[in-house]
DNA sequence: ATGTTC
């Protein structure tokens, strides 16, 4: 990765806050961009949150406080976040097999009319269009059927042992993206708060942050529609974006922003999700926690730890709880398998233990649909 | 991450 500005030695290291103990899996090339990044000139704070892992630009699950704009602090996936929704449909009702069968009409996005009416809500219309709204995308997104497994605090929700929720994580597709690319290479320095850079980049940022929580929303509409039952939004929380924050440019790369002092903190196919409250409390934590479990290990690497029979493909897509998992595209099947992912129990301790989150609900997942189609 | 693509 390396320091953008070369040349150009900074006056002081931001002050780098860790939200993990020895017991955390944390790889240490994470740990490495993460000091790295504290040096880059108009750093003041850096928050490492238990999922840390390593990424392009810098560390994933940590949050940057500047006085100016890095775009590739956010990243291409401008607006990716995680919404939680309950269903109103009963357990026994759910099928499974006939659930993953039906989820395929996610393939397809929106329709188009409810497409254009929701980006006319969201005050889109003509900014910015509806080409893919209402598709998942590849990567780490998905969108699960979960089951509610434990209430722990009946406070502060109503969800209730049972209960099915649906779980969305996706982001602008490629909106997100094309601004990115589309910069001119001053980014690389970061741009001026007050800069005409800076002014058109957020803009643009702004916009694609609507059109993910569009997204999310379009894509448990037409879920919640294809299993019958309708979806109520529980929490919206995004993780890639920047947010002005004490005079200052807050930049989240998969750092939770809580909604309602709410945040879903993803597990994987073979782990539990949660439902976090957040107290933010700590001002080191500069309002964020960790969204997910964290990568243990990276999508390469996956290549040489899953054999690729057609047994061990197969096995991936039933998990633990006797789960589905529908991908049709081999590489990210076992990419994304539930061993690629650190243990969320470890990091909601972390979290716990420094007092950024509690644990609300805890959820397993029953149906997590990534893809029909893809690589043969 | 991606209207990515050997």
Redesign the pocket.
Known sequence: MGNPISGERSAACARISKFYNRAAWIDGRAEEQLEQVAGWPGMTAVAGFPDLHPG?FGP?GAAFLADRIWPQLV???IG?GMALFRLDLPRRRLKLDKAARRLAVLEDGADLHQALAALDAAGLTGLI?P??LG???????FCEVQVVDEVMDHTRTDLQKDDLCLLVH??S??????I??GLDDSWKQGFAAESDAAARYLALHDAAIRWARVNRALIASSASEALGCEARLICDTVHNHVVPHSDSWLHRKGAACPEGGLVPLAGSREAPSYLLEVPDTVPEALGSVSHGAGRKYDRSSMHGRIRKTRSDLAALTRTRFGGRVICGDRDLLLEEAGQAYKDPDQVLQNLAGFGLANAVARLLPLVTFKTTGGAA
């Open positions: 392009r994933v990243g291409p996936d990716c269009g080409e893919a598709t998942i995308g590849g990567g780490n997104h996706s982001g597709r490629g909106r997100g993206a094309g990115f690319q």
